[in-house]
């Protein structure tokens, strides 16, 4: 017999737990060092929820606000309940913002762009460039825009991180996963957000330009990429990475 699942940890910010958290028992969450916010199929629900959820996190023993943290803000256009929630989220400092030139473009101007094509970019990513720096300046964080060439900025300096192949954006999620790479290398230098996002964006470029070796279309892209990024090693990554100031 399949024994049954455990229930998932309550957490604040998934909406999911929302009202366990909010109408639970209170409990002190185990310290972390990051964690990522995604925005990934929002549930429908009333538009009250986001608000209540912010003022509980600005109010009590709020875990961001001590760690370093990714804000994904997947198709913020898409909906204004995404583009209010990922709102909300910037109150809570993210250490770093990563999306493509459309969310970043969206996310900056605090307004839904029309061209929004969701989770896609109707957009190159340096026509971004503007919106990320202020972005930057607004909020703090480092800004990183991916796309054909990537960047990186805090609002004054911006470097580019050119490695990547044009079918990466043939598989979905290739953003989520860049997202959850440059999370893995914040974590281990919190004090330095701009070099280890520039660091992961260029190091996921080259698992996917080592990939497309091997690949015959994006599913086996996938595959290899993964494989790539896994036995990567350091000699390979100081030959290719590509890293450049803008
Ligand atoms: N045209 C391209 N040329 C080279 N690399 C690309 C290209 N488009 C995307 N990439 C790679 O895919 C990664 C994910 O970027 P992107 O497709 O913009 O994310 P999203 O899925 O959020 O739209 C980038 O970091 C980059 O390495
Ligand atoms: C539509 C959608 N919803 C949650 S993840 C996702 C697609 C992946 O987004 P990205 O291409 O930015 O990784």
């Not at 943290?69 to 583009?83: G, I, N, Q, T, Y």
């Not at 909020?139 to 050119?162: K, L, N, Q």
């Not at 996917?208 to 070796?213: A, H, K, V």
Request: proline share 8%; net charge positive; with cysteine.
């Amino acid at each position: 017999m399949v024994p049954p699942l455990p229930s998932p940890r309550p957490h604040p910010l998934n909406p999911m737990h929302h009202q366990l958290r909010l109408h639970g028992p209170r409990r002190q969450l185990p310290p972390r060092r990051r964690r990522i916010s995604r925005h990934g199929p929002l549930p429908r629900r009333d538009p009250r929820l986001h608000s209540s959820l912010r003022r509980r996190l600005r109010q009590h023993r709020n875990p961001l606000r001590s760690m370093a943290w990714v804000l994904d803000p997947v198709a913020v256009s898409a909906s204004e309940f995404r583009m209010r929630a990922c709102l909300g989220l910037l109150e809570l400092r993210p250490t770093v913002i990563r999306g493509n030139a459309s969310e970043i473009l969206g996310l900056a101007g605090a307004q839904r762009i029309q061209s929004s094509k969701g989770a896609d970019s109707s957009h190159e990513s340096l026509d971004a460039m503007d919106a990320a720096k202020s972005l930057a300046l607004k909020t703090g964080a480092i800004v990183a825009v991916s796309g054909a060439v990537d960047f990186i900025t805090d609002g004054s300096r911006a470097v580019g991180a050119h490695n990547g192949v044009p079918m990466m954006q043939k598989i979905t999620a290739t953003g989520c996963t860049v997202t959850a790479l440059i999370a893995a290398f914040v974590a281990v230098v919190p004090s330095n957000a701009f070099e280890a996002a520039a660091c992961a964006l260029s190091i996921f470029g080259l698992a996917g330009e080592l990939g497309m070796d091997m690949a015959r279309g994006p599913a086996s892209l996938r595959m290899h990429m993964i494989d790539s990024l896994y036995s990567l090693n350091e000699e390979t990554v100081i030959s290719r990475v590509r890293i450049a100031s803008l």
